[in-house]
């Protein structure tokens, strides 16, 4: 069995499959996936795929374009798949490298349902979160604009195929280099809050479109930035009065409620705080603002049910709750009569990329700590990713590490594997560091060295700040779309236009 796709020979050889016969077909193009702009879910033609079993060699890891995306019919035939490909045994030990599969159809159904949710609404996806070519370049195909915090980001947006109009700076203290940076790819939209911010965009982009970010109540929140950004509403009309006297054009409002928001109220009031300002600048006789940006802190949970609870217990809003607080909050406090040219956008990160990815990770070291009888095997577990790598996020995220041996995740644990011990599993990352704690006393069944855990949920604040720290290699990343042939039951909604 081979793969025989066009343009794939040079880099795919025959290989034997770990596990012979893989329950499905299929199809793996050697085009990049953005190539082939995505037609509106509904519009798409029947699937049809090719009855050709097919096997990926290894070595296309190494030696396909870094963005090719390869496509499924099935989400368990993507990961099966992939991982089969990255997990064979070779003799170069390269290939043990823990590994990424990212799924651009989660991000697809997640842009549907922000669509369903906040129609109206243009999401600019916060950069940020992950900077990944291929996340990007889909949410720019879906309609999505950016939210940037450098000139690096801004000029990663333009590449993803954004104009500037579909970029927002929404960093709130920005270097004059980063101004100047700006001004000159055309990017007007950006956020500020404080007075010598403002002297330092009439000396370098005085064309600047402004929207001020306000201090919103972020104490329902894990991720919170009050302390750092936002200007106190007391604030506000000094603010506006600085502005008008240099002549700078303010455009809007914006908040940030935080990340990991707890309680839906806090949009609520963040947009009737917006609402009185927006009423401050009235009565300054400012130009008529017309931008609010409510900011992200939309949850990454792609099921429409809620997640775990949270500290103290508190059960975490889904997203359509949060869609019916703030469509509630928009039509009371700015209702479509009185504002009609109001563009709303929002700054989600986490909720596009943090469900797109699944990381897996080799066990490369295994020490039982203790086995008496009528207690739970203790098994310290080391694997090749940790908190210096992908896992800095629950350092830096508050994020919590759920370790799932990998043949269950992808649907192939056997009967063997249900017969394994349930062991208490700590698993530790690579580096010499005893800080380098990635998950704590998980009952798990128990695993052996050179088997594969698998971590789901892992594409928000992960890669986007791990280090080689202790020269460890990150992790590679796969691209799959796992919904490319849709088949009758899995039709998407068709999106709606949200052009502001
Ligand atoms: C200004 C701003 N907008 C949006 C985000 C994205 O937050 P989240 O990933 O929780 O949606 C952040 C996160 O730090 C932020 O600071």
Known sequence: MVVSGKGFSSWVRPVPLQRTALPFLVKLQSKNVLADRPTAPAARRAPRVKSVPRVISPDFRLSASPDTVLKFPNREAALQTVFA?????????????????????????????????????????????????????????????????????????????????????????????????????????????????????????????????????????????????????????????????????????????????LNTQAYTDAISLARLCFDIAERLGLPRLRVLDIGGGFPGNPAEKAAAPGPGDKQPPTFEEMGTAIREALAKYFPRDAYPDLRVIGEPGRYFAAAWATLFTHVVGKRVVSNKPGEPKRVLYYINDGVYGSFNCLIFDHAVAKPVPAMQLIGLAGSNDQDKELTLGTFFGPTCDSMDVVAKDVPIAELSVGDWVAFEKMGAYTTAAASRFNGIELPSKLYVDSAAFPTETSTEPALDSNEL
Not at 92 to 110: G, L, S
Not at 155 to 175: H, M, Q, T, Y
């Open 85 to 261: 490909a990255c997990t064979a045994p070779v003799e170069d030990e390269k290939h043990h490298r823990p590994f990424y599969i990212n799924d651009t159809a989660v991000v697809r159904r997640q842009y549907t349902r922000w669509v369903q949710n906040l129609p109206g609404i243009r999401p600019f996806y916060a950069v940020k979160c992950n900077p990944d070519r291929v996340l990007m370049r889909s949410l720019a195909e879906l309609g999505a604009g950016f939210d940037c915090a450098s000139a690096a980001e801004i000029d990663a947006a333009l590449k993803a195929g954004v104009g500037p109009d579909s970029i927002i700076f929404a960093n709130p203290v920005k270097s004059a280099e980063s101004l100047r940076h700006a001004a000159r790819r055309g990017v007007r939209l950006m956020t500020f809050d404080n007075a010598d911010e403002l002297d330092k965009i009439a000396q370098n982009h005085p064309d600047a479109e402004l929207v001020l970010r306000i201090l919103a109540d972020d104490s329902h929140s894990l991720m919170r930035f009050g302390s750092k950004f936002g200007a106190p509403f007391d604030m506000v009309e000094s603010l506006f009065r600085r502005a008008k006297q240099l002549n700078l054009n303010v455009v809007g409002i914006a908040f940030h409620i935080g990340s990991g928001c």
